[in-house]
């Protein structure tokens, strides 16, 4: 295909009377198609319905024959908080067990830090004047949208192929004492599956930031989300807590994952895994909070899953059914734009989405243009801090829901709108 940028005038016009005349033929089909959550789909969600009737004739007791109907063992039955240690690469004792949002969790770790601080404040943060947080970006408006509400200036940050810019955060977190955080999807980012490097994860475990309390909240949520099972192909991360404890910031980072994506979206586990000393500070006050979490779900989810080996069937299974999906994505994509030199895109191994950067200026227009013709995507800026991005640029593709053959069709329109929003700028 000819790039646009190399194409005549009466070229251009030519291609866009034909783009138009496409997308004019998906008008009359008047689509009405969702794709901007990044859910599982019903056949996913189908490969745990056997989840609950492993307890049917359960005596419903834990592995230290704790009755797990009633009250206490706050921080999570021990063979839950294994299985996740096995799967995070830490220590058993470093694992809290909350229930089905990781999301709910971090809100909850940085409320705390709001309201009482964390074991090295001076005082708590809610009392700072300024404070603010790093966020790489494209990133999670989930993430964003708990630190904006708490009052933090929030901070680009950009993300690179081997994940956040470090020369950048280095320099900031040296001289800004308010900087007290960033957000970190260190394995298949979202959008972009981005997955860190060695060396970015030994420099955020070992940089020195002004900010005594400076926190850094690791979001491992797709640490077993691959979408290949040769395992040359898979995300690899080291143990943040191991590289920060040898780097002397032992207290540095909060770990959080889940099995939203693994088992039932809604009814999983969720994880917060720290240190020690982060461990006792947090438990002091998530004791007074709540009595324990739902103690008969973890233990439905051990004897479901079992181990780890069970965790990677269970997470082939829904490679099997994710694959298909997003390279019928990647590959409309290819078809329809490679060349054109209008469009960029990464191609994941793993996670839940596909980060797209369409011709700067034209991402609300695109994402304005798909919903006239029926499709649904993510608001554009929607994966920058307060939904602003200063490129208008990125768009976030989520092809875990809908059919394949709704996915064909999304795209294609997806694609046809990029190349429509492009010609308008280049011919303006």
């Known amino acids: 295909m000819k790039s646009y940028k190399e194409m005549t005038k009466t070229e251009?016009?030519?291609?866009?009377?034909?783009?138009?005349?496409?997308?004019?033929?998906?008008?009359?089909?008047?689509?009405?198609?969702?794709?901007?959550?990044?859910?599982?789909?019903?056949?996913q969600l189908d490969l745990s319905n056997d989840l609950y009737k492993v307890l049917d004739n359960s005596n419903f007791k834990s592995a230290k024959n704790e009755d797990c109907r009633n009250?206490?063992?706050?921080?999570?039955?021990?063979?839950?908080?294994?299985?996740?240690?096995?799967?995070?690469?830490?220590d058993k004792d470093n694992i809290f067990v909350g229930n089905a949002s990781s999301l709910n969790i971090m809100f909850d770790t940085l409320m705390r830090a709001m309201v009482f601080?964390?074991?090295?404040?001076?005082?708590?943060w809610g009392q700072e004047p300024v404070k603010k947080w790093l966020c790489p970006v494209p990133g999670y408006d989930r993430h964003f949208r708990i630190t904006e509400t708490l009052g933090f200036e929030l901070i680009?940050?950009?993300?690179?192929?081997d994940g956040p810019d470090m020369d950048l955060i280095e320099k900031l977190v040296a001289e800004d004492e308010t900087i007290k955080g960033m957000w970190s999807i260190p394995c298949y980012s979202n959008p972009?599956?981005?997955?860190?490097?060695?060396d970015v994860c030994n420099r955020l475990a070992s940089m020195k930031t002004k900010a005594k309390d400076f926190r850094i909240y690791w979001d491992n949520a797709y640490c077993v989300h691959?979408?290949?099972?040769?395992?040359?192909?898979?995300?690899?991360?080291?143990?943040?807590?191991?590289l920060c404890e040898?780097?002397?910031?032992?207290?540095?980072?909060?770990?959080?994952?889940?099995?939203?994506?693994?088992?039932?979206?809604?009814?999983?586990?969720?994880?917060?895994?720290?240190?020690?000393?982060?461990?006792?500070?947090?438990?002091?006050y998530i004791n007074t909070q709540t009595i324990c979490s739902n103690k008969v779900n973890q233990l439905?989810?051990?004897?479901?899953?079992k181990n780890v080996d069970g965790v990677k069937a269970q997470m082939s299974k829904h490679a099997d059914i994710l694959r298909p999906k997003f390279e019928m994505t990647l590959n409309i994509l290819d078809e329809e734009l490679n060349g054109a030199d209008i469009v960029n895109w990464r191609k994941p191994l793993g996670g839940y989405f596909v980060s797209v950067f369409v011709y700067p200026g034209t991402a609300n227009k695109v994402v304005s243009m798909c919903k006239e013709l029926g499709v649904a995507f993510t608001p554009a800026g929607a994966t920058y801090p307060y939904g602003k991005d200063p490129d208008d640029s990125n768009i976030r593709i989520a092809p875990s829901f809908p059919s394949i053959d709704d996915i064909e069709k999304a795209v294609r329109v997806f694609a046809l709108c990029a190349k429509s929003a492009a010609l308008d700028e280049l011919l303006a």
């Open 12 to 43: 251009l016009e030519a291609e866009r009377a034909s783009v138009n005349k496409k997308l004019d033929e998906y008008k009359k089909m008047n689509l009405s198609l969702d794709m901007t959550r990044g859910k599982p789909s019903p056949a």
């Open 71 to 90: 009250y206490g063992v706050p921080s999570g039955i021990e063979e839950v908080r294994k299985l996740f240690a096995d799967i995070l690469d830490t």
């Open 156 to 161: 680009n940050i950009p993300l690179k192929d």
């Open 300 to 305: 439905a989810h051990v004897s479901f899953l």
């Open 226 to 242: 691959h979408l290949y099972n040769d395992e040359a192909k898979q995300g690899k991360i080291p143990d943040i807590l191991s």
């Open 117 to 124: 601080g964390e074991i090295d404040s001076e005082k708590p």
């Open 246 to 284: 040898k780097a002397g910031n032992p207290n540095r980072v909060y770990e959080f994952a889940s099995t939203s994506k693994v088992t039932l979206a809604g009814s999983g586990l969720a994880v917060m895994a720290c240190n020690k000393d982060n461990m006792k500070h947090s438990m002091k």
């Open 192 to 198: 972009d599956g981005v997955v860190f490097s060695e």
